[in-house]
């Protein structure tokens, strides 16, 4: 029993070791990432801007149509349900309150977030991965070419431009959803409903949730980089690190968002 | 067919003589690596000739793609030296590593081409990434490399749109596209039939014929390397047996070696208890 236990200790250790190894990495990553952005030019590797274009159009354009169907869906959610609990009270129309407070600051960028991680970041761990295996990355290096200049660092550019705009867009779309169900169930003019929102939300409400989208961005992209990167053996390792990758990068997601949402609620 | 079956075919071999004078492309000395605490080259010595045709040797397992990987930088080594072109490649810069590796080639075992372009695209990659050509002047680049290893016509086909000999030939075209000094080949006829693999040991040795570099091979086939070597270097479980010409190696009374040419493998482990340690240390 003693010997199981001392056992189990090793592992978990060693499980901590590997995480906080995988940190490291993705600090590394981060900052090489850095480098070539800045220094590319002067070593003759530059950060291809057409590989950065088409990440970009991959990771934000081509992902127009499921976000705007999520969002326009979870607006009107928010709509019924912010409805059905303020009847309670007999206070229906502070629903606006409701829908312009939490979209901008919570909705927009954890429901992007979240599609961004399932949709771009599952394909960059299975991108990399396969790679990897194929020995296209050592193709890569022996031939002189910087894997992470070629490869992380157009995606991490489009990812940090790419994950704020689409939750830009993504907030949008949900106060119209829910602007259409309000006008629907309590007859809100659409004038009223944006004169009302005008004066809820402010512009460091925008940012708030715009800053916290760059992060989401930046940590899909470094969690999916790693654990594609961490691929061992055939399509069966590809497979088990992409899903890795979405479930990390969630949980990465979430927790950020409880930290954001702790420390602005109180200063 | 017995080994000692295979005849000389192909381009006549330029006469030993004449390459001993020759000075060294790779000087590898008291090479030691290891993966994890495991030791997989034991104090390897080896130095590869200008323009020769050098075949690395020796059963699955016996540390041939270790070698290769180290010789290439990919693999760093625990100690000892990989001189290549006169340069220490582990002691270098990244810039001048950089720089060294646009005077090498690499054609890996199964091609490494990046499935998202085509194979023109793939050939022209290292022209587009170390040069400032045109991309016309790239293009015409690529094509004429396509066609020595006689892929001309396929430009536009997806690397998942080929068959194995030809992802081995656009390998090949991407690894010399450079007109690199020296050609490193892992495995070029794994995976082959006969025919194909006899076909891409002729191109290995019209390249020579026709580019001058130097070429390091790594294969478990005897015949492919009876064919195309200069000289042969075997290696067995980390450690060079000898390093010699293809009528050398041939006439060698090393017991290992003779099991190697004969096929003659070590019997196959069937215990479980020492297959699993074997794994278990391989995984460390
Ligand atoms: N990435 C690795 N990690 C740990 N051990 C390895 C790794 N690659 C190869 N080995 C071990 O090194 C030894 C030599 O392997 P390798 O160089 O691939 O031989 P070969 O190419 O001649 O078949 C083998 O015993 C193999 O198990
Ligand atoms: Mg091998």
Same mark, same amino acid.
């Given at each position: 029993?003693?010997?199981?236990?001392?056992?189990?200790?090793?592992?978990?250790?060693?499980?901590?070791?590997?995480?906080?190894?995988?940190?490291?990495?993705?600090?590394?990553?981060?900052?090489?990432?850095?480098?070539?952005?800045?220094?590319?030019?002067?070593?003759?590797?530059?950060?291809?801007? +057409?590989?950065?274009?088409?990440?970009?159009?991959?990771?934000?354009?081509?992902?127009?149509?499921?976000?705007?169907?999520?969002?326009?869906?979870?607006?009107?959610?928010?709509?019924?349900?912010?409805?059905?609990?303020?009847?309670?009270?007999?206070?229906?129309?502070?629903?606006?309150?409701?829908?312009?407070?939490?979209?901008?600051?919570?909705?927009?960028?954890?429901? @992007?977030?979240?599609?961004?991680?399932?949709?771009?970041?599952?394909?960059?761990?299975?991108?990399?991965?396969?790679?990897?295996?194929?020995?296209?990355?050592?193709?890569?290096?022996?031939?002189?070419?910087?894997?992470?200049?070629?490869?992380?660092?157009?995606?991490?550019?489009?990812?940090?431009?790419?994950?704020?705009?689409? @939750?830009?867009?993504?907030?949008?779309?949900?106060?119209?959803?829910?602007?259409?169900?309000?006008?629907?169930?309590?007859? /809100?003019?659409?004038?009223?409903?944006?004169?009302?929102?005008?004066?809820?939300?402010?512009?460091?409400?925008?940012?708030?949730?715009?800053?916290?989208?760059?992060?989401?961005?930046?940590?899909?992209?470094?969690?999916?980089?790693?654990?594609?990167?961490?691929?061992?053996?055939?399509?069966?390792?590809?497979?088990?690190? @992409?899903?890795?990758?979405?479930?990390?990068?969630?949980?990465?997601?979430?927790?950020? &968002?409880?930290?954001?949402?702790?420390?602005?609620?109180?200063? | 067919?017995?080994?000692?079956?295979?005849?000389?075919?192909?381009?006549?071999?330029?006469?030993?003589?004449?390459?001993?004078?020759?000075?060294?492309?790779?000087?590898?000395?008291?090479?030691?690596?290891?993966?994890? *605490?495991?030791?997989?080259?034991?104090?390897?010595?080896?130095?590869?000739?200008?323009?020769?045709?050098?075949?690395?040797?020796?059963?699955?397992?016996?540390?041939?793609?270790?070698?290769?990987?180290?010789?290439?930088?990919?693999?760093?080594?625990?100690?000892?030296?990989?001189?290549?072109?006169?340069?220490?490649?582990?002691?270098?810069?990244?810039?001048?590593?950089?720089?060294?590796?646009?005077?090498?080639?690499?054609?890996?075992?199964?091609?490494?081409?990046?499935?998202?372009? #085509?194979?023109?695209?793939?050939?022209?990659?290292?022209?587009?990434?170390?040069?400032?050509?045109?991309?016309?002047?790239?293009?015409?680049?690529?094509?004429?490399?396509?066609?020595?290893? #006689?892929?001309?016509?396929?430009?536009?086909?997806?690397?998942?749109?080929?068959?194995?000999?030809?992802?081995?030939?656009?390998?090949?075209?991407?690894?010399?596209?450079?007109?690199?000094?020296?050609?490193?080949?892992?495995?070029?006829?794994?995976?082959?039939?006969?025919?194909?693999?006899?076909?891409?040991?002729?191109?290995?040795?019209?390249?020579?014929?026709? /580019?001058?570099?130097?070429?390091?091979?790594?294969?478990?086939?005897?015949?492919?390397?009876?064919?195309?070597? &200069?000289?042969?270097?075997?290696?067995?479980?980390? #450690?060079?047996?000898?390093?010699? *010409?293809?009528?050398?190696?041939?006439?060698?009374? +090393?017991?290992?070696?003779? #099991?190697?040419?004969?096929?003659? @493998?070590?019997?196959?482990?069937?215990?479980?208890?020492?297959?699993?340690?074997?794994?278990?240390?391989?995984?460390?």
């Amino acid at each position: 029993m003693r010997q199981r236990f001392a056992d189990y200790m090793d592992r978990a250790g060693r499980s901590t070791i590997d995480a906080m190894a995988e940190f490291g990495l993705g600090a590394v990553l981060l900052w090489q990432s850095l480098f070539w952005i800045v220094m590319g030019h002067r070593r003759a590797q530059p950060v291809r801007i +057409n590989a950065t274009f088409e990440r970009c159009v991959e990771v934000g354009i081509q992902a127009l149509p499921i976000i705007t169907l999520m969002s326009v869906t979870i607006g009107i959610m928010l709509a019924i349900q912010g409805i059905y609990s303020l009847r309670v009270f007999g206070a229906e129309d502070q629903v606006v309150l409701g829908v312009g407070m939490s979209v901008p600051r919570e909705f927009g960028p954890l429901i @992007t977030g979240i599609l961004v991680a399932g949709r771009t970041g599952s394909s960059l761990a299975a991108r990399i991965g396969t790679m990897k295996i194929n020995q296209e990355l050592d193709a890569l290096m022996v031939m002189g070419v910087n894997p992470i200049r070629f490869i992380v660092t157009p995606a991490l550019i489009a990812m940090t431009i790419m994950v704020p705009a689409l @939750t830009f867009w993504s907030e949008i779309v949900m106060l119209i959803g829910a602007g259409w169900y309000i006008g629907l169930d309590l007859g /809100m003019s659409w004038a009223a409903y944006i004169d009302r929102l005008r004066e809820i939300v402010t512009v460091d409400d925008v940012l708030h949730g715009l800053k916290k989208a760059t992060l989401f961005g930046i940590f899909i992209t470094l969690v999916g980089v790693i654990n594609g990167a961490l691929v061992k053996g055939g399509a069966e390792g590809v497979g088990k690190m @992409t899903t890795r990758s979405v479930v990390l990068s969630i949980c990465a997601i979430i927790v950020t &968002d409880m930290i954001f949402a702790f420390v602005a609620t109180r200063s | 067919m017995s080994a000692t079956a295979v005849v000389h075919e192909g381009p006549a071999r330029t006469p030993d003589l004449e390459l001993v004078a020759m000075p060294s492309v790779i000087e590898v000395i008291d090479l030691v690596t290891h993966y994890g *605490s495991r030791e997989i080259l034991h104090k390897i010595s080896l130095n590869v000739r200008q323009g020769e045709i050098m075949v690395i040797m020796g059963g699955s397992g016996s540390g041939k793609s270790t070698l290769l990987n180290t010789l290439l930088g990919l693999v760093r080594p625990t100690s000892g030296i990989v001189r290549i072109l006169g340069e220490d490649l582990n002691a270098i810069s990244d810039v001048e590593r950089t720089r060294l590796r646009q005077k090498t080639g690499v054609a890996f075992q199964g091609g490494a081409l990046f499935s998202s372009l #085509n194979v023109l695209e793939n050939i022209m990659l290292p022209l587009r990434e170390h040069t400032k050509l045109d991309v016309q002047t790239m293009r015409i680049m690529a094509r004429l490399k396509m066609q020595v290893v #006689n892929l001309a016509g396929f430009e536009n086909l997806m690397p998942s749109e080929l068959s194995g000999g030809m992802i081995k030939r656009a390998a090949l075209a991407r690894a010399v596209v450079m007109d690199p000094r020296i050609l490193f080949c892992d495995e070029p006829s794994a995976g082959l039939d006969p025919v194909v693999s006899s076909a891409i040991d002729d191109l290995i040795l019209t390249m020579r014929e026709a /580019m001058g570099m130097s070429i390091v091979v790594v294969t478990h086939e005897l015949e492919s390397a009876f064919k195309i070597a &200069d000289r042969i270097c075997v290696l067995d479980k980390g #450690n060079i047996l000898m390093v010699g *010409s293809v009528e050398e190696v041939r006439g060698s009374s +090393n017991e290992r070696i003779q #099991n190697l040419l004969n096929r003659r @493998t070590e019997a196959e482990i069937l215990d479980p208890d020492e297959y699993l340690k074997r794994l278990t240390a391989a995984n460390d």
